[in-house]
Nanobody, 123 residues
Framework: QVQLMQSGGGLVQAGGSLRLSCVAS????????MGWFRQAPGKERAFVAA????????HYTDSVKGRFTISRDNAKNTVYLQMNSLKPEDTAVYYCASRRGGSSRYSDGYDVWGQGTQVTVSS
């Protein structure tokens, strides 16, 4: 069973950048689709980005396209979310998650979750 440990996040001014990392334990990391989700106060958890295990397209929610980049290093069992040009509306707890099979924008398609990390963007 994969376990996910997140790092990164914090407080940044609008227009700034942060990078989130998510390290997976266990084997066969490259066989998992990895996703990032976020949950703002009072809102449901929402899809941010997903990346296939080895080949295929990355997917982003429209509001982060051109600002956020998802990437992975399978040799390090790590997935990243580089966040640039941050806006106050990006403030949320961010979660990484893994799933087998194809990419998905739906949180119930992911079966292992990281512990979450707070990202706060001040105006």
């Amino acid at each position: 069973q994969v376990q996910l440990m997140q790092s990164g996040g914090g407080l940044v001014q609008a227009g700034g950048s942060l990078r989130l990392s998510c390290v997976a334990s266990g084997r066969a990391f490259s066989s998992y689709v990895m996703g990032w989700f976020r949950q703002a106060p009072g809102k449901e958890r929402a899809f941010v980005a997903a990346i296939p295990g080895s080949v295929g397209s990355k997917h982003y929610t429209d509001s982060v396209k051109g600002r956020f980049t998802i990437s992975r290093d399978n040799a390090k069992n790590t997935v990243y979310l580089q966040m640039n040009s941050l806006k106050p509306e990006d403030t949320a707890v961010y979660y990484c998650a893994s799933r087998r099979g194809g990419s998905s924008r739906y949180s119930d398609g992911y079966d292992v979750w990281g512990q979450g990390t707070q990202v706060t963007v001040s105006s």
